[in-house]
């Protein structure tokens, strides 16, 4: 690209954790003009929190040490960093109830953080005119006689660009224009009717309830109606608190019953007093959703990242992860992309690297549920094999090359030029 060469733009649709990870590393980039167009007007603590494994962090490490040190600095206390957590999981029904059946996500400087407070220190490394916010996407064109891709919002504005990423989550406007609105994958799923019921109290309200164990640690207590997590936010000083109910939604009537503590009598007691407290106020509740498998991440000069290509179920805890190695990978290709006609050859190799293994995670999180769920072939009878099962997956997870994932998608780009 010489001196006078126009700039590549692109427009990032959705700021959440993936498209804000991106445009992180792509505002480093003197080639590449970048604007987030977030189509709320200001964020909310939406979710249960997050506690990032290790594959999130190496992740955020390729990106740049900021992205990293962004998280840190909102979910950590100062000298943190080298301590290790790991999400223990725990069997809290039936003959082997107390067993610990596996430690997800062992990595150091892992802590959860509230998604909110993540964007926050996300947002802190784009300029604040690189983002625009309550700009909803009302329609993308691509034309034939031009190469650009031409938006129009809600609000009237109009904007051509060289790309789009379509980072807008689960209900992807991107994802309905790629695939079209009638393909079968386009909209969400709730193929086993799950059903989040969870609660926001402050820890100090919550050790009034609950074992204070569980209010510092991140732990999933496993059984047939419903497994039971807890996420302290805020630095220790909020607690979100779960169950998990498969089913739930399949209610005659359609609605969600209300959360009944009376059927957790099997259940340890830990698991009961945390189901207790949950129902008294389930106001932080939500359904949950997934993709089905898209053929494609990409068309033309758009693609589709993070929840918006391969929204998956919260039981592996890896969804944001993926969204963040998504942005790994365009965020290394996109330092090669120097013309607009080499921008679809990019997203091929994006889409060839990435959509294997984000597709296997909306996979496995579907049979995390089923395993939590005591409802995946008799596993929970088995807890030998239970752990084999979390081992396989975590190390899936955890310990994938992130450097050779990237490496590999460059290998595909360059040779395609």
Known sequence: MGPESPKIKIAIAGGGIGGLCLAAGLVKKPHIDVHIYESVPEYKDVGAGLALHMNAIKAMDLIGPEVKK????????????????????????????????????????????????????????????????????????????????????????????????????IHSG?????????HPATQPKNHDGWQIYRTMVTVEEAKKHINEKWTRTVPILLGPRGHINCIPLNKGTRLSAGVAVRGAKFSVDGSTPPLRPEIYESYSEDARRIVNMVAKDTSASWSAG?????????????????????????????????????AAVLDFLFSRVTDGEQIEKAFAAYDTVRRPRSQKVVDLARQFGRVYAYAEDGMHEDPVRMKKFFAGAAAFTNNADLQAQNDEAMRIFENSL
């Not at 301590?83 to 067993?99: D, F, K, S």
């Not at 964007?119 to 909803?136: A, Q, V």
């Not at 991107?174 to 009638?182: N, P, V």
């Open 70 to 169: 962004a998280y840190f600095s909102k979910a950590l206390f100062m000298g943190e960093e080298e301590q290790e957590m790991a999400t223990e999981v725990i069997l809290a029904e039936g003959p082997h109830m107390g067993e610990l059946v596996a430690e997800l996500g062992r990595a150091k400087g892992r802590k959860t953080v509230s998604r909110a407070d993540l964007l926050d220190g996300l947002m802190e490394l784009i300029p604040k005119e690189n983002i625009s916010f309550g700009m909803r996407l009302a329609s993308i064109e691509e034309r034939a006689e031009n190469p650009k891709v031409h938006l129009t919002f809600k609000d009237g504005l109009q904007v051509q660009v060289d790309c789009l990423i379509g980072a807008d989550g």
């Open 174 to 182: 991107t994802r309905s224009y790629l695939l079209g609105e009638d």
């Open 290 to 326: 997934d993709h089905d498998h898209a053929p494609y991440y990409h068309k033309g000069h758009v693609a589709m990242m993070g929840d918006a290509a391969h929204a998956s179920m919260p039981f592996a805890g890896n969804g944001a992860a993926q969204a963040i190695e998504d």
